[in-house]
């Protein structure tokens, strides 16, 4: 089974403001459980809509 995390969009986001430094390490923290337990296969991220649609 395959999972994806989608995280909604908001202006910050699309502004390229990037979320705080509190998040992110739970986010690796997340990544390094999911990786440990084999079943991490990507971890990289996606353009916000505005660098697509430019």
Known sequence: MRFMIIV???RESEAGVMPADALIAQMGKYHEELAKAGMLLD???LQR???VLS
Do not use: I
Request: proline share 0%; net charge positive.
């Open 43 to 45: 971890a990289s991220g």
């Open 8 to 10: 909604k969009a908001t």
């Open 49 to 51: 809509s505005a660098s």
